[in-house]
T-cell receptor
Framework: EPEVTQTPSHQVTQMGQEVILRCVPI?????FYWYRQILGQKVEFLVS????????KSEIFDDQFSVERPDGSNFTLKIRSTKLEDSAMYFC??????????????????FGDGTRLSIL | RKEVEQDPGPFNVPEGATVAFNCTYS??????FFWYRQDCRKEPKLLMS???SGNEDGRFTAQLNRASQYISLLIRDSKLSDSATYLC?????????????FGDGTTLTVKP
């Protein structure tokens, strides 16, 4: 079964450094997402992406965050200047186009196994 | 009020028990609904979509009541392997990809 893959599985970074988290969504999916989950807390939506542009973003996704689909297969999340509170598990997800009248938001999302980001 | 609210739990039940989880959502324009399960320190995994007519997948039954903005998940004949956190997920009617809002999750422990 096709799956979403994320790298690295664990990233340790000094506060203030830039970090790039990488994701390879399922190949025929068109909608891409990033979520984060702080330890012991709920999964929080960060951003959705379609047709090479951001579709929606949350209040968490401020100017320190950016996303990119640089080469048609990878989907990256960049945090420009990391803070201690950015420490979390970051999940990438993708979903398919459900058909001519459907939108990605109708389809279930498939999650990667996450990148644990630790900021020191 | 939270956008997606779930039973706080935790639920501790013996093997073979039937257990039901409830979820309410505040955005009446919400478009699609799902139950995911999440094992400790793992990614959310899709359990089932939730349809207006209700749907069943083996021991699992999901119901949706749009008028009451309420979703439920029923697990029959629970197994030890059902122990996990169950997440209610609501997708908004946004542009294109939209967004998913997760509930806090309800933790289930099935004991022998």
């Amino acid at each position: 079964e096709p799956e979403v893959t994320q790298t690295p599985s664990h990233q340790v970074t000094q506060m203030g450094q830039e970090v790039i988290l990488r994701c390879v969504p399922i190949s025929n999916h068109l909608y891409f997402y990033w979520y984060r989950q702080i330890l012991g807390q709920k999964v929080e939506f960060l951003v959705s992406f379609y047709n090479n542009e951001i579709s929606e973003k949350s209040e968490i996704f401020d100017d320190q965050f950016s996303v990119e689909r640089p080469d048609g297969s990878n989907f990256t999340l960049k945090i420009r200047s990391t803070k201690l509170e950015d420490s979390a598990m970051y999940f990438c997800a993708s979903s398919s186009n459900g058909g001519a009248r459907a939108r990605g938001s109708n389809q279930p999302q498939h999650f990667g196994d996450g990148t644990r980001l630790s900021i020191l | 009020r939270k956008e997606v609210e779930q039973d706080p739990g935790p639920f501790n039940v013996p093997e073979g028990a039937t257990v039901a989880f409830n979820c309410t959502y505040s955005n009446s324009a919400s478009q699609s609904f799902f139950w995911y399960r999440q094992d400790c320190r793992k990614e959310p995994k899709l359990l089932m979509s939730v349809y207006s007519s209700g749907n069943e997948d083996g021991r699992f039954t999901a119901q949706l009541n749009r008028a009451s903005q309420y979703i439920s998940l029923l697990i029959r004949d629970s197994k030890l392997s059902d122990s996990a956190t169950y997440l209610c997920v609501v997708n908004s009617r946004g542009t294109n990809a939209g967004k998913s809002t997760f509930g806090d999750g309800t933790t289930l422990t099935v004991k022998p």
